[in-house]
């Protein structure tokens, strides 16, 4: 009996030991829990993909259809290729990119705003697995628009890819580092007007003002020069140079600024996620 009893109280003591140090009995990462967060962020937005896979292909392609019914017949080759071939990639990563960010970003808002934030917080999920969970499900929103707008164009307008790695790893860090992005937003936001904020006066302008429509050598000097500090550039451009073969800067360059942004991004989302910046308050 009183074996029984030192073993249990070494037992109970070892357990507190283990719970003092932070370790985990189910190993160094939490494979079940983190599969169930990126599971639930990738069924948020297949269950209601009428409004986040098929209406982002209806956009792209009335975008296509407007600025060919406007100039495209009037306009001559960009790059060496037609306009459409030409346009048809920046409205791609343009919206590969806000569909990654709109997905993190109101996961985090709606469960802050409902209350229910504390569901995602309290399992034992650490820093690194909770952004790794979120970006699951931009990373999957963002490559299932990707696809889906691709083969819409490839069916309409020809479009075929030249480069299938440089296309898939611009496409691949882009969905990162905007779901990164929507991370942030999602924690520093505290009401939809806020998120409205950062979407209208941060997240639309830097998608327009980066070679979506046009290329940076038709700008004014000052323009260009300002253009090259604006990282979705290099995003859009290289996601046009693996579809088309064409670019206005070094597609290498550009793999080195947006994957340097998107390390950057989801360093700043794992320290806030660990200090719980406006998420434990």
Not at 81 to 96: D, K, N, Q, R, Y
Not at 102 to 117: P, R
Not at 123 to 148: H, I, K, T
Not at 251 to 267: D, E, M, S, T, Y
Request: aromatic letters at 12%; hydrophobic letters at 50%.
């Amino acid at each position: 009996m009183t074996q029984a009893i030192n073993s249990s109280q070494s037992d109970a003591s070892l357990g507190q030991t283990d719970a003092s140090m932070g370790v985990r009995r189910f190993g160094v990462i939490n494979w079940m829990g983190l599969y169930t967060l990126a599971l639930r962020e990738i069924l948020r937005f297949t269950t209601v993909w009428t409004q986040t896979l098929l209406a982002p292909l209806i956009t792209a392609g009335l975008f296509l259809a407007v600025f060919t019914l406007a100039i495209g017949a009037n306009r001559g080759d960009v790059m060496g290729v037609p306009f459409i071939h030409f346009l048809a990639p920046g409205i791609l990563s343009m919206t590969v990119i806000q569909n990654a960010f709109t997905n993190t970003s109101s996961s985090l808002l709606v469960s802050k705003v409902q209350g229910n934030i504390v569901d995602t917080l309290m399992p034992p999920l650490s820093p690194l697995e909770l952004v790794l969970g979120y970006m699951a499900g931009a990373l999957a929103r963002g490559l299932f628009v990707a696809f889906a707008i691709w083969l819409g164009m490839a069916l309409s307008v020809g479009l075929g890819v030249s480069h299938p790695l440089y296309a898939l790893l611009f496409l691949t860090l882009g969905a990162l580092f905007m779901g990164g992005v929507g991370v942030l937003a999602g924690i520093v936001a505290q009401k939809f007007d806020q998120m409205a904020a950062i979407t209208n006066f941060i997240i639309t302008p830097l998608s327009f003002l980066s070679g979506t429509f046009y290329s940076v050598d038709s700008l004014p000097v000052w323009f260009r020069t300002l253009t090259h500090f604006n990282p979705v550039f290099y995003l859009i451009d290289g996601v046009r140079y693996g579809i088309i073969g064409r670019s206005d800067s070094s597609p290498i360059l550009g793999l080195c600024v947006v994957g340097g942004c998107a390390f950057a991004v989801l360093f700043s989302c794992w320290v806030m996620f660990k200090r719980g910046t406006k998420l434990k308050s």
